[in-house]
């Protein structure tokens, strides 16, 4: 059984959540020119109703909200139902990074990278699906990172927060491909935004935030699950994650310079 992709994204109702910048303002732009109505939030409203701008007033909507916070994903769920009726894409773009290594570990960065990065995602699953599945469709797309692959310096928080984003994608997927909603989990490498900007390392097979919405929605256009790139690098990390330790933490030690 093959899980359903998107034929159009013309009049499809999409929220984005993490739309303000980066990876999910890039998604938002081209959405929108691809004739979708757009729901747009983040914590940023300034930056949302300036982007809104790039479409018709009927076609966006904007609604800020903090992804720890439940009953704001909740009435932002509501006014989306409200307005159009329903939800047809899920794209949950949101999320947080701090360097952190064990040698600066801090517990208090680590709490607030899981609760944005793991807990928010499982926040605004728990809102959309159950009109999901009573009408038996619907995407839920997740952007998680190859981060979560397996451990690699300086992600002591992040990573652990992806890594339990693609197990929480596995099993979606398992639950709901017989009930007709499809998961896309979504893994990129280094993409130019405000938070790379904080690596002071050089990035391989670094790409833009367009490039990065190029690759997600032909993606989900196609009904792909495992959705991850720039394939070079992304390739090369999941080619990691299957060798034993020793030889994977060997590789790591000589050719990652972090």
Same mark, same amino acid.
């Given at each position: ?12 109702? &999409?929220? %984005? ?8 303002? #890039?998604?938002? $732009? +081209?959405?929108?020119?691809?004739? /979708? ?87 605004? &699953?728990? %809102? ?8 038996? #469709?619907?995407? $839920? +797309?997740?952007?998680?990172?190859? /981060? ?102 060997? $590789? ?7």
């Amino acid at each position: 059984m093959k899980q359903k992709g998107v034929e159009d994204f013309a009049s499809k109702r &999409v929220w %984005v959540i993490g739309a303000s910048s980066g990876i999910g303002e #890039a998604c938002t $732009i +081209a959405l929108i020119k691809a004739g /979708a109505k757009v729901a747009l939030s983040s914590r940023r409203a300034e930056r949302l109703n300036a982007l809104a701008q790039a479409g018709d007033q009927e076609q966006t909507l904007v609604l800020p909200l903090d992804v720890t916070h439940q009953e704001q994903l909740a009435d932002a769920h509501q006014s989306i139902l409200a307005t159009w009726g329903g939800l047809d894409l899920l794209l949950f773009v949101s999320g947080i990074y701090t360097p952190l290594r064990a040698d600066n570990f801090d517990f208090d960065v680590a709490q607030k990278t899981i609760d944005a990065n793991l807990l928010g995602p499982m926040r605004a &699953v728990a %809102v959309v699906l159950p009109e999901m599945l009573k009408s038996h #469709a619907g995407h $839920i +797309a997740i952007v998680g990172s190859v /981060a979560g692959y397996s451990g690699l310096p300086k992600a002591l928080a992040y990573g652990p927060s992806k890594a339990g984003i693609i197990n929480f994608c596995e099993i979606l997927y398992y639950d709901l491909l017989p009930q007709g909603v499809s998961v896309h989990m979504i893994s990129p490498g280094f993409v130019a935004t405000e938070a790379t900007a904080q690596n002071d390392f050089e990035m391989p097979a670094l790409i833009t935030p367009d490039e990065a919405a190029r690759e997600i929605l032909k993606g989900i256009q196609a009904g792909v699950f495992d959705i991850h790139f720039p394939k070079r690098f992304s390739g090369f990390l999941k080619f990691l994650r299957i060798l034993p330790y020793p030889l994977y933490f060997w $590789i790591l030690r000589r050719f990652v310079k972090i």
